[in-house]
């Protein structure tokens, strides 16, 4: 499954699999999004198929759900799991007290709920997102499309009186069009640069009308399994 990894692909890898091997018979598991989470999915569906593990498993995406069924993973809803025991997701970034920033790969929202609804989240990462301060990575927001625009100066607007540094916002695209959403949204990814007071922002994002849910998870996080170049693993 592995053959020659790079450094990045390595530490994501054996990330992954450490928290892999949290995941226990009968269990209903959250299937994030992303490059390090698409190998969660691979390392449990090979113990699936060799050592007859029995999971639900619960996918983040669209495309976590293809590639969950294409290694023989038992695929369900949310809302036909109920409940979940555990959720295993990448992150963009995650400082010490475990807040994150999510939605690089554009899933911020099915993740957040999935996360939400689940007895723990363990993120998986690659050393290199551990952060003092949230913000470098651009935060992902999810709007309507419409009225998009406004929703964006709204936005904007409310970035002056908060403890950022930067305030701009760009329309994620997808070649020449909007980037879109498995429901059907854009984003809007704010470069922020600093983050002061993530807790806040996240609550105040969210009053914009437009806005359907930003990337910050703010106390949802758990425990972090970080992965390093060399195969070192680390869990917090
Ligand atoms: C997708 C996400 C991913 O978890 C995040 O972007 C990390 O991705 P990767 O594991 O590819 O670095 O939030 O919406």
Redesign the pocket.
């Given at each position: 499954m592995t053959g020659e990894l790079s450094p990045i692909d390595r530490a994501?890898f054996v990330a992954a699999k450490r928290a892999a091997d949290m995941v226990e018979d009968g269990m209903r598991v959250g299937l994030?999004?992303?490059?390090?989470?698409?190998?969660l999915v691979r390392c449990l569906g090979e113990m699936v198929r060799d050592e007859g593990l029995k999971i639900q498993g619960v996918p983040?995406?669209t495309r976590t759900a293809a590639l969950a069924r294409e290694v023989g993973i038992e695929v369900v809803s949310l809302d036909q799991a109920g409940w979940l025991d555990i959720t295993i997701?990448?992150?963009?970034e995650f400082d010490g007290d475990l807040n994150?920033?999510?939605?690089?790969?554009?899933?911020?929202l099915q993740?957040k709920i999935v996360a939400t609804a689940s007895d723990q989240m363990v993120?998986?990462?690659?050393a290199g997102?551990e952060v003092e301060t949230l913000g470098a990575y651009p935060l992902?927001v999810e709007v309507i499309p419409f009225g998009w625009q406004t929703t964006r100066k709204l936005i904007e607007e409310t970035l002056v009186s908060m403890d950022v540094l930067g305030r701009s916002a760009a329309l994620r695209m997808n070649g020449d069009a909007p980037f879109v959403t498995d429901e059907g949204n854009h984003i809007l990814d704010l470069h922020l640069q600093r983050i002061g007071n993530p807790r806040q922002l996240a609550l105040v994002l969210n009053q914009v009308p437009g806005v359907v849910e930003n990337?910050l998870f703010i106390d949802i996080c758990d425990r972090v399994v970080i992965g390093f170049g060399d195969g070192r693993v680390e869990v917090r």
């Open positions: 994501k994030g999004t992303g490059s390090t989470a698409a190998w983040t995406s997701d990448g992150a963009d994150l920033i999510k939605g690089g790969g554009g899933a911020l993740e993120v998986i990462a690659d997102k992902p990337g």
